[in-house]
């Protein structure tokens, strides 16, 4: 009878953790990474595969998913990234980010600063790509106007053409009312904060990866396989290099010439009602996101008016009303294009999210909040993983 009750009690509690399993989400279905294919349509996966030809996984109601690679434009897996203390930044006119540090007890070819990440090894970097190195994150790096700058640990600035980078840096700083007057100056790298360079500008191409630990990555080929590990090759890689592990990724994006981040679109007219004595433009997040698809903070009533770029065909975005603004936030969005309303939705405490989609004609999005019930109190919104389609 004992034997009978126990053998009763071990399938009840079977039947209990099966419906238990099955009513709650996997504790890893809270970090799966989220799919964005050629419509900009967004879901979460489990990802088991990627190859030269198809991205393999499953939905997270067990649903099989096999996507041609040229259908997924990104996979993004974690919301920011971080840099390793005790690191310099080295970016590139391509938008690829290379933290590491600076080579110093090697002499570089003319035109060139060694530079080494600690996965990737040395690396031989043509001056004419780079446009920023920080050294230290206590200052801010500075912009490069008509020649290079040379933001010091003290403050101070040098600006003129940097024709070395190593310890020291070299600098020519023409003088004169004619500029003919040239100095060649060395500054010691340990007095050096950042370096700004006036670098031809560069584009993204192809297949970019996002770390978790900063690094930006312009590569020929991913492969993921069902062990985990993720191999790459890239014209950086010249040799055996360890394979990183899945949870080291932050984001893929497959055709980086094929979205643009609303963020990076500089070119927005400021309108709002005459009443407000200022009308606060568009605050950006950090950047600090994998495929530099910042968060864009907005502030009712306005209207926000994008000059986009030439062949953008589709918008997409999630809306949110932050809680922290859900008792008084009461507003209607309202999108454009070319006269036309795209998308409209009424936010408050009762609907504070909204996913936007929407194919756009024309070269200006227009992004307005209206006032709603309470007036402008609170009429705060947040675009999140706003970006632009590009054909």
Not at 83 to 112: E, H, M, Y
Not at 127 to 132: A, P
Request: charged share 20%; proline share 7%.
């Amino acid at each position: 009878m004992r034997i009978l009750c126990r053998q009763i009690a071990l399938f009840g509690l079977m039947v209990l953790t099966m419906l238990i399993s099955r009513s709650a989400p996997a504790a890893s279905d809270a970090q799966a990474p989220l799919l964005i294919d050629r419509q900009l349509q967004s879901r979460s996966i489990r990802l088991v595969e990627i190859n030269d030809r198809s991205l393999i996984g499953n939905d997270l109601d067990g649903q099989p998913i096999r996507m041609p690679i040229d259908q997924c434009v990104a996979l993004l897996f974690a919301p920011a990234l971080a840099r390793p203390a005790g690191q310099a930044i080295l970016r590139l006119s391509d938008g690829q980010v290379l933290p590491g540090s600076l080579i110093t007890d090697s002499a570089a070819s003319d035109g060139v600063m060694l530079w080494r990440h600690e996965r990737l090894g040395r690396m031989d970097v043509p001056l004419d790509r780079v446009t920023s190195v920080q050294f230290t994150t206590s200052m801010p790096v500075g912009y490069a106007r008509d020649a290079d700058l040379i933001s010091l640990a003290n403050g101070d600035r040098l600006e003129g053409f940097v024709t070395a980078v190593s310890d020291p840096v070299l600098v020519e700083i023409a003088s004169g009312r004619d500029g003919s007057n040239v100095q060649s100056v060395s500054v010691p790298l340990a007095n050096v904060a950042s370096l700004t360079m006036v670098a031809p500008a560069g584009t993204r191409n192809g297949t970019y990866i996002w770390f978790k630990d900063g690094l930006v990555l312009s590569v020929d080929s991913i492969r993921i396989a069902d062990d985990g590990f993720v191999r790459l090759t890239s014209s950086w890689i010249d040799g055996p290099v360890e394979p990183w592990e899945l949870p080291e990724l932050a984001g893929i994006v497959f055709d980086s010439a094929g979205i643009i981040p609303l963020a990076a679109v500089s070119s927005v007219r400021i309108d709002g009602p005459d009443s407000r004595y200022v009308t606060p433009g568009p605050e950006i997040s950090d950047g600090s996101s994998p495929a530099d698809l910042a968060e864009i903070e907005c502030r009712g009533p306005v209207r926000l008016d994008y000059s986009l770029p030439p062949n953008v065909t589709r918008f997409a975005a999630e809306a949110i009303l932050p809680s922290s603004a859900e008792s008084f936030g009461d507003y209607e969005l309202i999108i454009r294009a070319d006269g036309e309303v795209l998308f409209r939705h009424r936010f408050n405490a009762s609907n504070p999210r909204a996913r936007i989609n929407v194919a756009v004609t024309g070269s200006e999005l227009l992004i307005e909040l209206t006032e709603g019930a309470n007036g402008p109190i609170q009429d705060r919104l947040i675009l999140s993983r706003a970006m632009l389609l590009v054909e």
